[in-house]
């Protein structure tokens, strides 16, 4: 998969760094997956969760943050949409158009 905004992440554990080593993981695991629909996610990162619109909720940390992507599945590209910690996350009030 190919992630675009990655500057986003980096910006964003510049700003926090305790999330660091886990949305690095993460980027390293989605580079090297190539996803063809959600369950091939879910296989990768059980807890994930489909909020609908092409939009996925990724558990980061240990739900201590939460990363939002569009996923194209056939383009084989992910989008950052959102990262932040559960209770900024808490107060999206549509995330289906985040």
């Given at each position: 998969m190919r992630i675009f905004t990655e500057q986003?992440?980096?910006?964003?554990?510049?700003?926090?760094?305790?999330?660091?080593?886990a949305l690095q993981e993460w980027v390293s695991i989605v580079?090297?997956?190539e996803w063809k629909n959600f369950a091939d996610i879910k296989n990768t990162f059980n807890s994930v969760d489909?909020?609908?619109?092409?939009?996925?909720?990724?558990n980061i940390k240990g739900n201590q943050f939460r990363l939002v992507v569009i996923i194209k599945f056939t383009i084989q590209f992910v989008?950052?949409?959102?990262?932040?910690?559960?209770?900024?996350?808490?107060?999206?009030?549509d995330i289906k158009n985040i």
């Amino acid at each position: 998969m190919r992630i675009f905004t990655e500057q986003t992440l980096k910006e964003y554990i510049i700003k926090v760094p305790e999330s660091k080593i886990a949305l690095q993981e993460w980027v390293s695991i989605v580079k090297k997956s190539e996803w063809k629909n959600f369950a091939d996610i879910k296989n990768t990162f059980n807890s994930v969760d489909s909020v609908g619109n092409q939009r996925y909720v990724f558990n980061i940390k240990g739900n201590q943050f939460r990363l939002v992507v569009i996923i194209k599945f056939t383009i084989q590209f992910v989008y950052i949409r959102f990262i932040g910690t559960h209770a900024e996350y808490e107060i999206i009030k549509d995330i289906k158009n985040i």
